[in-house]
């Protein structure tokens, strides 16, 4: 049922300003979201609390299929940030200000089809097929990218990045750097060499480099992505200051110092990227469009008061 409400405009000097209706109505993004942020939890966590004691636990599965950029256990408890600030995500646009602005409407159907293939992945990653897991990964990486990209595309305060864009945008940096990892998994999971094994590792890091530096590059910049791939290459070097005894039976001292350091560098360029962007942006970015909106303003407020002259004249 609609339950449209009328409010009237703060804009004093806009004689023509209509009053502004805010859309109160439900709509079906609102109640797939939440569906399917529950049935994901559901399947993420019903194995992680032992509720199929036939099926290993993430954690297990990591050990057992430990490669050489897996990050540090600890990083992935950046999983209970990610789902609480999806909740709070979804309680957010069940508010009645909320229930049809942009935000609800850029989401789309993003975050349904991608809870999809999150479960369809935790389910193969328990059963290990890990070929089929990099196949759902990869997909869920997609999804986020684009849902990503499309939040990216309309203006909003930093209290609406909060809310609308940083629970996917988190993910999102997340999900790349997993998708790393997984990759990696399917080679310890089909026994390739050693070799196969750190050139895939290079490649991948040197595409998370990539990665966060494509980011920081975007208009208007997302830093949440490039923060998160910091964060994982973080939880990769803690891991190789200690390896586990699978990977030190497996690897030289020569390829994992060789690794780790190469990671270091990795979060050294991407950590001054990150400040350097910040910069820029103050320094530069920042002014020149506050310049350019108070100089779109004027012309139009100029072109508005021709328009009234021209009227008081007839």
């Known amino acids: 049922m609609t339950t449209d409400v009328v409010t009237k405009s703060k804009n004093k000097n806009d004689k023509n300003n209509d009053d502004v209706v805010i859309d109160k109505s ?29 099926l290993p636990t993430n954690s297990e599965l990591s050990d057992k299929y430990q490669t050489i950029v897996t990050p540090f256990g600890l990083s992935f408890t950046i999983w209970g940030l990610i789902f609480i600030w999806q909740l709070v995500w979804i309680v957010w646009q ?10 609800v409407r850029k989401a789309w159907y993003y975050y349904p089809i991608m ?5 369809c992945w935790t389910f193969a990653f328990a059963y290990e097929i890990m070929w089929l897991a990099l196949i759902f990964m990869y997909a869920i990486l997609i999804t986020l990218i684009m849902a990503s990209r499309s939040l990216q595309t309309y ?24 998708s790393a ?35 920081l590059s975007s208009y208007p910049v997302d830093f949440a992505i490039p923060c998160v791939i910091l964060w994982a290459l973080g939880g990769v070097y803690a891991e190789l200051k200690e390896p586990t005894t699978s990977i030190l039976a ?16 990795g979060m050294i360029l991407v950590g001054v990227g990150i ?20 100089a779109k303003q004027e012309q139009e407020n100029t072109n508005k008061s021709s328009s009234e002259d021209a009227e008081e004249s007839v």
């Open 250 to 265: 497996e690897f030289t001292t020569k390829q994992l110092e060789g690794t780790k350091y190469g990671v270091l560098a």
């Open 26 to 54: 439900f709509n079906r993004f609102l109640f797939l979201n939440l569906l399917f942020y529950l049935l994901n939890s559901f399947a993420t966590y019903s194995i992680q609390l032992g509720w199929f004691p036939s």
């Open 94 to 103: 069940f508010l009645p200000s909320q229930r049809n602005s942009e935000g």
């Open 181 to 215: 990892v997984n990759t990696n998994v399917v080679l310890v999971a089909y026994n390739a060499s050693v070799t196969a094994k750190l050139i895939v590792a290079s490649l991948s890091l040197v595409a998370l480099l990539g990665t966060a530096f494509t980011w």
């Open 275 to 294: 400040v350097f962007k910040i910069i820029y942006i103050f320094v530069k970015q920042r002014p020149e469009a506050m310049a350019a909106a108070a």
């Open 115 to 119: 809870t999809v293939f999150q479960a």
């Open 155 to 178: 203006s909003k305060c930093w209290k609406g990045y909060l809310l609308w864009q940083a629970p996917f945008s988190v993910q999102t940096g997340w999900i790349m750097a997993a």
